[in-house]
């Protein structure tokens, strides 16, 4: 089964609005990172978020971690049209391997001018 | 840097077909993982390999799915025979550290569609 699952599936916003995504899990995790997809083009990373972090901040993204409620969101401020993709949580897990990546199913992102 | 490459980044085959798709990552990632991701969903870890050893393959069907990566480096990923729902961009992956680190890159990937 998916560690990852984000919400919306969709999302169409306007020029300049702010997106939000967010982002489940079902077990403990070493940290969250997020990814961005083009169409047609590989996972490109985005935020990198820890386990014992509340809160990141890189550029117009804001990423939240709540441990508690195994939740995570994306926040995309002040959205262009450029920003049109899909986005992809992957829970880290620690298992027996090492590091383990489990994305989920994406939100794709429609910006429009 | 270069990227993580792929090829080829098309492949249409008829159903019991062969195909092999071939990844070469960055110099000197370690780690190198094969995703599959059907559309409208996210990538699935087929198999990711330490060097040229396989630390997990239990998502891998391996009566038609082999993979190998010879020498450390550039890795092969076959499909013998294809069926219609191998159908999906298969991705490839390198990361220095494991990914745990957000070094984890991926490559364009192969969309193979199988007719």
């Known amino acids: 089964s998916q560690q990852g699952e984000e919400d919306p599936q969709a999302l169409s916003i306007q020029e300049g609005e702010n997106a939000t995504m967010n982002c489940s899990y079902k077990?403990?995790?070493?940290?969250l990172q997020w990814y961005r997809q083009n169409s047609g083009r590989g996972l490109v990373h985005l935020i990198l978020?820890?386990?014992?972090?509340r809160e990141k901040h890189s550029g117009r993204l804001r990423v939240t971690l709540d441990t508690s409620k195994k939740s995570s969101s994306l926040l995309i401020t002040a959205s262009r049209a450029a920003d049109t993709a899909s986005y992809f949580c992957a829970a880290i897990l620690r298992d027996n391997y090492g590091q383990n990546f489990v994305f989920g199913p994406g939100t794709r992102l429609s910006v429009l001018p | 840097e270069a990227g993580v490459a792929q090829s080829p980044r098309y492949k249409i085959i008829e159903k019991r077909q062969s195909v092999a798709f071939w990844c070469n990552p960055i110099s000197g990632h370690a780690t190198l993982y094969w995703y599959q991701q059907i559309l409208g969903q996210g990538p699935k870890l087929l198999i990711q390999f330490q060097n040229n050893g396989v630390v997990d393959d239990s998502q891998l069907p391996k009566d038609r799915f082999s993979a190998e990566r010879l020498k450390g480096v550039d890795s092969t990923l076959k499909i013998q025979p294809a069926k219609l729902e191998d159908s999906a961009v298969y991705l490839c992956?390198?990361?220095?550290?494991?990914?745990?680190?957000?070094?984890?890159?991926f490559g364009s990937g192969t969309r193979l569609t199988v007719v």
């Open positions: 077990t403990s995790i070493n940290n």
């Open positions: 992956a390198s990361s220095l550290t494991g990914g745990g680190l957000g070094d984890y890159t």
């Open positions: 978020i820890r386990s014992n972090e």
